[in-house]
């Protein structure tokens, strides 16, 4: 592992990017189980161009150019997006952590709202093997965010959706699985110890989700999660493999 992203990893630091010490990173930084989850995924799909919406302090995107350098193909390119990379919270700190860590000359930043950032790669025929989609959290930004890394992305491609406990994350995730030619690659639970009243009331819906008559009769959104409910209830981040292009009719639409 990198030493930078093995500093953060370890001991939840950073350099100063003004060189004066180090810097506590309480938050907004990927967790291990979720860099091994960006490895095994990039492995995968063998990418050679990924991209990261919501680079933060940095993590996300240097597991994944961990991932990139370590596969051994060539020419590979990393883009992240933030708009908010030089704000009063971040500080540039992503950024200075990506050239720390060597891996400023592979990475392309685009310091742009997603909503602007992912149209203009599109247009410019950009194709991707690997997204990972960490941007604003509220339902229409997070699909937006989807709508256009779908778009760019290979069959056989896998995108990753952190924080998808999160309310209106889950809500696009079954969406996915619901109305896109997606399966789930793998997912990182949830901690057993992070909530135990909410894990405990996902076991008695994961239950009442699985009984014959409740998937028979009610609507297709209760019917799925008698298939996917571990990796979507109990995941705090997800990993979607792309089967194949969007070949909907222009009226499709099944309840989620």
């Known amino acids: 592992m990198n030493p930078i992203l093995k500093q953060i990893v370890s001991t939840r630091t950073c350099p100063s990017p003004d060189g004066n010490g180090n810097i506590n990173l309480l938050q907004n930084t990927a967790e291990p189980a979720e860099g091994e989850l960006i490895h095994k995924s990039i492995a995968a799909v063998q990418a050679k161009t990924t991209l990261d919406i919501g680079l933060g302090y940095g993590t996300s995107s240097m597991f994944i150019c961990d991932a990139l350098t370590q596969s051994g193909i060539n020419n590979v390119q990393h883009i992240a997006?933030?708009?908010?990379?030089?704000?009063?919270?971040?500080?540039?700190?992503?950024?200075?952590?990506?050239?720390?860590?060597?891996?400023?000359?592979?990475?392309?930043?685009?310091?742009?709202?997603?909503?602007?950032?992912?149209?203009?790669?599109?247009?410019?025929?950009?194709?991707?093997?690997?997204?990972f989609i960490d941007g604003y959290h509220t339902f229409d930004h997070t699909l937006?965010?989807?709508?256009?890394?779908?778009?760019?992305?290979?069959?056989?491609?896998?995108?990753?959706?952190?924080?998808?406990?999160?309310?209106?994350?889950?809500?696009?995730?079954?969406?996915?699985?619901?109305?896109?030619?997606?399966?789930?690659f793998d997912f990182v639970p949830i901690p057993t110890g992070s909530s135990s009243k909410r894990l405990w009331l996902n076991n008695q819906v994961s239950r009442?989700?699985?009984?014959?008559?409740?998937?028979?009769y009610f609507r297709p959104s209760v019917a799925f999660l008698g298939n996917y409910l571990d990796e979507i209830t109990y995941g705090s981040c997800v990993a979607f493999r792309k089967l194949a292009h969007d070949s909907r009719q222009w009226d499709h639409y099944v309840e989620f």
């Open 81 to 131: 997006i933030d708009p908010h990379q030089r704000d009063k919270t971040f500080r540039g700190i992503g950024l200075n952590n990506l050239k720390l860590a060597g891996y400023e000359s592979l990475t392309r930043f685009l310091e742009q709202p997603s909503h602007q950032a992912l149209p203009a790669l599109l247009n410019e025929g950009v194709v991707l093997d690997f997204a």
């Open 144 to 184: 937006l965010d989807f709508f256009y890394v779908d778009l760019m992305l290979k069959e056989g491609g896998i995108v990753v959706i952190d924080d998808t406990d999160w309310p209106a994350v889950k809500k696009v995730c079954a969406f996915i699985l619901q109305n896109r030619s997606y399966e789930v």
């Open 208 to 216: 009442i989700a699985r009984w014959k008559p409740i998937q028979t």
